[in-house]
């Protein structure tokens, strides 16, 4: 028996790995036998050895080598700083317009038509506003990343049973109390949910925003990359961001089981 | 057990024949769609210290909506309520409520559950919960959440939670509808020993006429349409009650006879 479940446990281990292990292998068998010429996906040993460059080459040597870390702490910081202020706004936003009916019909109606406008529409305005750089992608990122936000927090803590509220009420809970106690873990997996999808948004953003003149960053390799006609640095660039991704939703959700009871025992 | 208990928890040194809630005109109509609807009408009730009462009525007749009432949960349209002489208009933790429907904070174990009311720093509650945990029998499940046990042990849970608060009153909405017979009994006379060694005021909402019988000093029998209090019945059997004794039985007839009416 406890052979079977070791069997089995390893056998769930490995099924999230089986669809990236499959798509590398075609991709291995399309590049060696020439189905798909090198100009439009560059052989993967040839990836494997930009990206290698890439991370772990000395600077200076070779365009791209060792400049990673440099990419990699500047596009972390735009993610974190638009994330921040996304969950700063839309978790308070998503409280007070699930909470109060006036509060919703205020906003709920901006908010869903500013929801309908695509990112890249902003982009020019946002140059404008704040100029080439941080600021512009942090605006970005903060901006995708609260409706997902606002949106789930508003219809979690909207969708709490209310004989929670009234147990809290007679057992003698204030209602600021209560907010913390009860409304916001009887509401968390859906928070939880609000906050991956925007975190997952904010790197999609990321690219949008440092597409345009900045110097450093994930998204700036790709750009620039795709001016040099380097397809291998454009193919590194997007699975690294793949990468990062999901590590970070990992960490996030990581984060949250380990905050809260509720996130550990309810999702 | 029952005596030793007593010991901890000493009976409160009042006149027996206290009275502890007053219920004066008490109505309610509720108005929706352009019509009004009379759901409750006149309600006087005197409840004694210690007393156990069974508001006993068909589905429909009001007799949650009384409660909800007396928890503060929404106010009447008319009528006083009165706690040991002092009005009552919103919840609290002298009136706890241990609801139909499953009511325990789902991410908090058993044990966080009854604690939750508490306000004293954790060191000082740790013995209080130990001590309610026992009374409901539920000590090696501590550490359990809310969907990892049975109906039963749910209303157990919800019992303690209130219990530990000390009500001056508790409510209890037909807290046992939603489980078998078997452990309906067996929360019943659980109940009724923890009454016995706790000394509460219990206000009880039920539609089953044996229950009623098993658990009252009094039965107050609600009509519909609108809800009013249409007889009170003081019941004199000597406890424990038997379910099958003759005495019993026909005062189960002679009550659903009376619902029926």
């Known amino acids: 028996m406890s052979d079977d479940t070791t069997r089995r446990g390893s056998l769930h281990a490995a099924q999230p790995w089986l669809i990236p292990a499959a798509m590398l292998a075609l991709w291995f068998a399309a590049s060696e036998s020439g189905a798909i010429p090198a100009y439009l996906l560059p052989h993967p040993v040839q990836i494997s050895g930009a990206a290698y460059g890439y991370l772990f080459g000395s600077p200076g040597g070779m365009p791209y080598a060792g400049r990673f870390w440099e990419d990699f702490t500047s596009s972390i910081v735009r993610v974190g700083l638009g994330f921040g202020f996304a969950v700063a706004v839309g978790i308070p936003a998503g409280f007070f317009s699930g909470r109060r009916a006036l509060v919703n019909r205020l906003i709920s109606n901006t908010i869903n038509a500013l929801r309908a406008v695509p990112g890249i529409s902003w982009l020019p305005l946002a140059m404008v506003w704040f100029g080439i750089g941080l600021k512009t992608t942090v605006f970005l990122v903060a901006l995708a990343a609260f409706f997902p936000i606002y949106l789930n927090t508003a219809s979690g803590v909207r969708q709490v049973n209310p004989i929670y509220f009234q147990a809290g009420a007679m057992l003698g809970i204030p209602p600021v109390r209560g907010i913390f106690t009860i409304l916001l873990p009887a509401a ?80 | 057990m029952k005596s030793r208990l007593k010991l901890i928890s000493p009976a409160p040194a009042a006149p027996p024949r206290q009275r502890i809630l007053e219920i004066r005109g008490l109505s309610k109509t509720f108005s929706g769609a352009g019509a009004f609807q009379k759901v409750l009408d006149g309600i006087d009730v005197d409840v004694v210290r210690g007393e156990m009462i069974c508001i006993l009525g068909r589905s429909g007749c009001g007799k949650t909506t009384l409660l909800n009432i007396l928890a503060g949960f929404i106010p009447p349209t008319a009528g006083r309520l009165l706690l040991d002489g002092r009005p009552v208009s919103r919840p609290g933790p002298d009136r706890c409520v241990v609801f139909q429907e499953d009511a325990l904070f789902p991410w908090l174990t058993v044990e966080e559950n009854i ?26 499940f501590r550490s359990y959440l809310p969907r990892e046990i049975s109906g039963g042990m749910k209303q157990r849970v919800a019992l303690a939670r209130v219990l530990i608060l000390k009500p001056a009153v508790l409510l209890m909405d037909e807290p046992f509808a939603a489980l078998d017979a078997q452990t309906r009994e067996e929360m019943q006379n659980l109940l009724l020993a923890l009454w016995e060694a706790l000394n509460h005021t219990i206000l009880f909402v039920t539609h089953d006429v044996a229950e009623a019988v098993k658990m009252a000093d009094r039965i107050l029998l609600m009509d519909q349409n609108p809800g009013r209090i249409r007889e009170e019945i003081r019941v004199g059997l000597p406890r424990p009650r038997e379910k099958e004794a003759g005495h019993f039985l026909s005062l189960c007839r002679d009550l659903l006879a009376k619902l029926r009416g």
């Not at chain 1, 795709?226 to 999901?246: E, H």
């Open chain 1, 188 to 267: 968390m997996p859906q928070i939880i949910t609000g906050l991956r999808l925007g975190l997952g948004i904010a790197w999609a953003y990321l690219v949008l925003g440092e597409l345009t003149g900045v110097p450093n960053g994930l998204g700036a390799v790709i750009m620039d990359a795709r001016m040099l006609g380097r397809i291998d640095m454009i193919v590194v660039g997007i699975i690294l961001i793949a990468v990062l991704g999901r590590v970070s939703d990992l960490l996030l959700h990581q984060f949250m089981r380990f905050c809260f009871k509720s996130a550990r025992r309810l999702s």
């Open chain 2, 115 to 140: 604690a939750f009311g508490l306000r004293a720093p954790q060191r000082s509650l740790r013995p209080e919960v130990e001590r309610f945990l026992a009374l409901v029998g539920l000590t090696e």
